[in-house]
């Protein structure tokens, strides 16, 4: 089955202690991406990356660090939570060429800093 | 800076009722436009697309988006809702010259009373 997954699906941690939510694809998509979602702000791109070690800053990638060592994951390091990151994360992939086309996303992992 | 506008943050309608979400998206260049549903509970899924050609397009559900280029807009619409259309939906944009941008607009609650 396509999907994209990502782990862990909640965490709730504290702050300065650094985590990992891990994110996988099996469609061979070229494109991946990471998005938070917060309540009034829709989703906000965080990390996206078009192909294997290439990755690129989204609108809102303060605080976060992203890898993309093999085609099928894409990891999102958070080296020092704070309670503002406190937030629903996805992570999507997609086909990519002249443009992204569509996404797929995983099922969001909530995360709470306290 | 690109940004993407829905007007509606919150709307409730009535079963049977017709639905107009309205988008906008601030870019002056080639763009492909996305509408895309989350439902209580799920992923995000794609509702509908365009990248090129007939402005009227046609998504899953009965769903259907109209790409006005004059008026920078990309409503979204449906002749008859059902309770089951109850979910959160997202306008989202990928400006052509920056193709792993994608733009996400603040997101319209959408309640459909049985």
């Known amino acids: 089955e396509a999907q994209v997954t990502q782990n862990p699906r909640y965490l709730i941690t504290v702050t300065g202690k650094k985590l990992t939510v891990t994110c996988s694809q099996n469609m061979n998509h070229e494109y991946m991406s990471w998005y938070r979602q917060d309540p009034g702000l829709g989703l906000r791109q965080i990390y996206y990356?078009?192909?294997?070690?290439?990755?690129d800053k989204g609108d809102v990638p303060e605080g976060y660090k992203v890898s993309r060592k093999e085609k099928r994951n894409f990891p999102l390091i958070l080296e020092s939570p704070s309670p503002n990151q406190t937030s629903l994360y996805f992570c999507?992939?997609?086909?990519?060429?002249?443009?992204?086309?569509?996404?797929?996303f995983g099922p969001g992992t909530r995360l709470t800093v306290t | 800076a690109q940004s993407v506008s829905q007007h509606n943050h919150h709307v409730i309608l009535s079963e049977a009722a017709s639905l107009e979400l309205g988008c906008n998206y601030s870019y002056g260049g080639t763009v492909n436009l996305f509408w895309y549903v989350q439902y209580p509970g799920q992923h995000l899924q794609l509702l509908l697309k365009?990248?090129?050609?007939?402005?009227l397009v046609k998504g899953i559900k009965g769903f259907e988006a109209e790409f006005i280029k004059s008026k920078f807009s990309f409503n979204l619409r449906k002749p008859s809702v059902q309770w089951s259309d109850t979910a959160e939906y997202f306008c989202a944009v990928t400006p052509s010259s920056n193709t792993g941008k994608l733009i996400f607009g603040q997101g319209t609650t959408l309640q459909v009373k049985p």
């Open positions: 365009y990248f090129s050609g007939d402005p």
């Open positions: 990356s078009m192909n294997v070690e290439v990755t």
């Open positions: 999507a992939s997609s086909l990519s060429g002249q443009s992204i086309y569509e996404q797929y």
